[in-house]
T-cell receptor, first 117, second 113 residues
């Protein structure tokens, strides 16, 4: 019952460093997402993917990159980390579309707490 | 564009009393509506959803929500709150054919013993 798995759970970065947040799901979901959560702001969509090889920008994509080489994996890359990227990051997945029957629920990972100093 | 409003930042109730967390939405077409709960330092856990059918939806941990199309609301309710229900609650909406959820800012629920 792994669901959506994110690593690392916690990380401190220095300004200008780069890192990758890993995300994998074992539910054969077609859609995958990266959200960031800031206090009092709800969740904002960074990037999403509708399937392997296809990605697109969400509401707040600047400073991030993604790739989707397989159905299972959707890593988020932070290039040149900035203090504004201090946040909690959530990966999520869902089956959406006529070919999928799971009922549209988006399932979330446990989160990655990132601090940029 | 779709959006969600959770008008209360905080809700405080005594254990055993009814709990209500309010949510209103704006979306084109018939909405898909969701409630999630987040405990400290944890991810979002799915509670319940409305896609179609019965306006009263029952979910996990004794929670339920009522879809009201005329008032564009989807309030979360629990008849008798527990201390363990203390958490951050998010309402979310998705338009049919859309790919993403739009979230409210969240409501912190505190249930006192």
């Amino acid at each position: 019952n792994a669901g959506v798995t994110q690593t690392p759970k916690f990380r401190i970065l220095k300004i200008g460093q780069s890192m990758t947040l890993q995300c994998t799901q074992d539910m054969n979901h077609n859609y995958m997402y990266w959200y960031r959560q800031d206090p009092g702001m709800g969740l904002k969509l960074i990037y999403y993917s509708v399937g392997a090889g296809i990605t697109d920008k969400g509401e707040v994509p600047n400073g991030y990159n993604v790739s989707r080489s397989t159905t299972e994996d959707f890593p988020l890359r932070l290039e040149l980390a900035a203090p504004s990227q201090t946040s909690v990051y959530f990966c999520a997945s869902a089956s959406i579309g006529a070919a999928h029957r799971s009922g549209n629920t988006i399932y979330f990972g446990e989160g990655s707490w990132l601090t940029v100093v | 564009a779709q959006s969600v409003a959770q008008p209360e930042d905080q809700v405080n109730v005594a254990e055993g009393n009814p709990l209500t967390v309010k949510c209103t939405y704006s979306v084109s077409g018939n909405p898909y509506l969701f409630w999630y709960v987040q405990y400290p330092n944890r991810g979002l856990q799915f509670l319940l959803k409305y896609i179609t059918g019965d306006n009263l939806v029952k979910g996990s941990y004794g929670f339920e929500a009522e879809f009201n199309k005329s008032q564009t609301s989807f309030h979360l309710k629990k008849p008798s709150a527990l201390v363990s229900d203390s958490a951050l609650y998010f309402c979310a909406v998705r338009a049919p054919g859309d790919y993403k959820l739009s979230f409210g800012a969240g409501t912190t629920v505190t249930v006192r013993a």
